[in-house]
Structures are given as C-alpha cells and as structure tokens.
C-alpha cells in the first residue's frame, strides 16, 4: 500500500496523520503533479479528479482525503476508531463533512487568499475571516465539557479538523479560544500530528 501526495498538502498530511495513529507500514509516494509530468500521469491513473490523497491499496484506488480516513479505519482500525453503531460513526463523520464543506474553505479564504486590502476581494477575505472565528468558537463550545471533538476519546473528527487547526495556531494575530488551544496542545504530543502535520509547511489545495 502507498499514498500518493505531498507533503504539504493538508489533506496528505491527515491522511498519513491517521496512518501513524494506526501504526499501519504504508509509505507516501512523494509526487508533484504540477511540476513532474510522469507524477501528474501516476496520479491521473488513479484519481479522475488528478488530484491528491490518493490511496493505493493493491489493485484498489481511494481518492478524496475524508474517504480515505474512513476507509482506513474501516479496514484497519479497531472499535474505538469504527464502532460497529451508525449513531456513534456519525458523530465524527459529521464534523469530517462539516470540515471538508465549510471550515476548510472558509480558512483558505480568510488565510491563504492574496488579495489587495481594500478591494472587493480584500472585503471577501475579511468576512471570511470573521466567519473562521465564529466558527472556530463554535469547535471551542464543543470542546467545553470533554476532550476530544466528540468525547473523551480521539476520533477522525479530531484527524479532520484537528490536521487545520496548526495552520491558524501559527497567525501571529490570532488567539486560539481557550478549549481549541488545550485541545490543540493534546494534538500536539502525538507524534504522528508533529511528524505530518507541524513539521510541514502548511498550505491548502490550490
Ligand atoms: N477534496 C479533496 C481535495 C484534494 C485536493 O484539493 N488536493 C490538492 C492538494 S491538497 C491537489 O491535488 N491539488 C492539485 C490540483 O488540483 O491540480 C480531498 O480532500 O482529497
């Protein structure tokens, strides 16, 4: 099995996150599709969409990065990671389709746009902004009365939106309310979040 993608792609770096986590041997095939042409054709043979995570699991492709997390676990993770209950898997799968529909969005635009201040654009990313705030209060209440996203327990919830969560704690302007910041601090002694997650330089897809 193998992974193609780069390393400083968020959605590559939650997915080899998850394998550390499940102690799974399946290594990332460094690829750069936009500048290596042979890497952009090993990725269009496997993803439709031509881009990256892209699991390869013997003759199987996954592609979309949420997709890939819940496949893993499905196929290789114990009760506490896929519980056999369809209530208990849709409290993490929530946050992750939350995560990939509006959080995940909303930070690429409040962060990662490079826009003039002042122009319509410079507008949009300020309301972003205040969108990423207000949503990041609410991750804040969820965390209020126990310690991971959905529980006491780490779940891909917490892989998911966990893996956005060291970009905004590196904003100087930013302060982290005070639940995420704990709760960012108990990410950061995983060693699989420090090797995959805050040791890249993040960036978001293009
Ligand atoms: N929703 C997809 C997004 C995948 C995606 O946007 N990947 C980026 C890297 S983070 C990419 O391959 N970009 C290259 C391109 O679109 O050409 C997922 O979560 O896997």
Same mark, same amino acid.
């Given at each position: 099995?193998? *992974?193609?993608?780069?390393? !400083? #792609?968020?959605?590559?770096?939650? *997915?080899?996150?998850?394998?550390?986590?499940? %102690?799974?041997?399946? &290594?990332?095939?460094?690829?750069?599709?936009?500048?290596?042409?042979?890497?952009?054709? &090993?990725?269009?043979?496997?993803?439709?969409?031509?881009?990256?995570?892209?699991?390869?699991?013997?003759?199987? #492709?996954?592609?979309?990065?949420?997709?890939? !997390?819940?496949?893993?676990?499905?196929?290789?993770?114990?009760?506490?990671?896929?519980? %056999?209950?369809?209530?208990?898997?849709?409290?993490? +799968?929530?946050?992750?389709?939350?995560?990939?529909? =509006?959080?995940?969005?909303?930070?690429?635009?409040?962060?990662?746009? @490079? /826009?003039?201040?002042?122009?319509? +654009?410079?507008?949009?990313?300020?309301?972003?902004?205040?969108?990423?705030?207000?949503?990041?209060?609410?991750?804040?209440? &969820?965390?209020? %009365?126990?310690?991971?996203? /959905?529980?006491?327990?780490?779940? !891909?919830?917490?892989?998911?939106?966990? @893996?956005?969560?060291?970009?905004? =704690?590196?904003?100087?302007?930013?302060?982290?309310?005070?639940?995420?910041?704990?709760?960012?601090?108990? !990410?950061?002694?995983?060693?699989?979040?420090?090797?995959?997650?805050?040791?890249?330089?993040?960036?978001?897809? /293009?």
């Amino acid at each position: 099995m193998k *992974v193609y993608g780069h390393p !400083l #792609s968020i959605n590559v770096q939650k *997915v080899m996150w998850l394998i550390d986590e499940l %102690d799974l041997s399946i &290594a990332l095939e460094e690829v750069d599709i936009h500048h290596n042409r042979h890497d952009a054709q &090993a990725v269009a043979q496997r993803c439709p969409m031509r881009q990256v995570p892209v699991l390869e699991d013997g003759s199987n #492709s996954v592609w979309e990065s949420h997709t890939i !997390l819940r496949y893993l676990v499905a196929c290789y993770g114990n009760k506490m990671w896929y519980p %056999d209950c369809a209530f208990q898997r849709s409290c993490y +799968e929530r946050w992750m389709d939350w995560c990939l529909s =509006s959080f995940q969005p909303v930070i690429k635009a409040a962060l990662f746009a @490079s /826009t003039p201040d002042g122009s319509d +654009e410079g507008q949009a990313k300020q309301r972003a902004m205040e969108q990423c705030r207000y949503e990041l209060e609410r991750v804040n209440d &969820a965390l209020d %009365d126990q310690l991971y996203l /959905t529980s006491d327990r780490m779940t !891909l919830a917490d892989i998911a939106v966990g @893996s956005l969560i060291h970009c905004l =704690s590196q904003q100087s302007d930013w302060v982290l309310p005070p639940n995420v910041s704990r709760w960012y601090q108990q !990410l950061s002694d995983r060693p699989g979040y420090q090797r995959w997650v805050m040791q890249a330089a993040s960036t978001l897809p /293009t």
